[in-house]
């Protein structure tokens, strides 16, 4: 099945500073790769996904890079702000067309904005 | 709009008890998923259902079972329950009308003493 691996586990930055975070997967016939966000005690909430038929997919300050090849996607938040400290997610599914598709997630990136 | 409803929020069960949890999936969305995230965990898939069909299992354990009902909805029962059950349980629903990815549920926090 499919392996998710997502670094760094914590991620301390300057509120300004940009932040980046990096996953690997290792089924190569995944095709959609979504991040999610989640605060303490509430539901993850998806900020982005990249297709793979895509190398790069930006939104206002959140970005998000595939490299098929190499099999890794990566989170980039740029101008970070104090509200965007939270526990990130990635994760990658193989979407056949369907709606029916399971995911596997990355272990979390805890990322800290200090003011 | 109307998001994903789950019950109860919040539940407290003691070991080798029985729980029940409830999804309500966003209307019009044929594809209902469960997720066991514990403390500190990413989420686990569980089990999905499709047009009301068991569609794929993951980690669920043998004590759990599920189903989807003729109105969509989804329970989740979870019996001989042990400490180590106690987790936030997300559902999740989609539709393949929908090109987007999942909308979660706020999350059933279980508990189990």
């Known amino acids: 099945g499919e392996n998710v691996e997502q670094h760094p586990s914590t991620l301390s930055v300057q509120e300004g500073d940009s932040a980046v975070i990096k996953c690997t997967y290792s089924?190569?016939?995944?095709?959609?790769f979504p991040w999610y966000k989640q605060e303490l005690g509430k539901r993850p909430q998806l900020i982005i996904d990249?297709?793979?038929?895509?190398g790069e997919k930006k939104d206002q300050r959140i970005a998000v890079t595939l490299n098929k090849t190499a099999k890794h996607f990566s989170l980039h938040i740029t101008e970070t702000q104090p509200e965007d400290s939270a526990v990130y997610f990635c994760?990658?599914?193989?979407?056949?067309?369907?709606?029916?598709?399971?995911?596997?997630f990355g272990k979390g990136t805890l990322l800290t904005v200090n003011p | 709009a109307a998001g994903v409803i789950q019950s109860p929020r919040h539940l407290i069960k003691e070991k080798r008890e029985t729980a029940t949890l409830k999804c309500y999936p966003i209307?019009?969305?044929?594809?209902v998923y469960w997720y066991q995230q514990g403390p500190g965990q990413d989420p686990q898939f569980l089990i999905s259902?499709?047009?009301?069909?068991?569609?794929d299992k993951g980690s669920i354990p043998d004590r759990f079972s599920a189903q989807q009902f003729s109105d969509y909805h989804s329970e989740l029962n979870m019996s001989s329950l042990e400490l180590g059950d106690s987790a936030l349980y997300f559902c999740?629903?989609?539709?393949?009308?929908?090109?987007?990815?999942?909308?979660f549920g706020s999350g059933t926090r279980l508990t189990v003493v």
């Open positions: 999740a629903s989609s539709s393949d009308r929908l090109p987007d990815g999942y909308t």
């Open positions: 089924d190569s016939a995944s095709n959609y």
């Open positions: 990249i297709r793979s038929n895509v």
């Open positions: 994760a990658a599914t193989i979407r056949s067309g369907g709606s029916n598709y399971k995911l596997t």
């Open positions: 209307p019009r969305h044929d594809t």
């Open positions: 259902f499709y047009e009301k069909m068991q569609s």
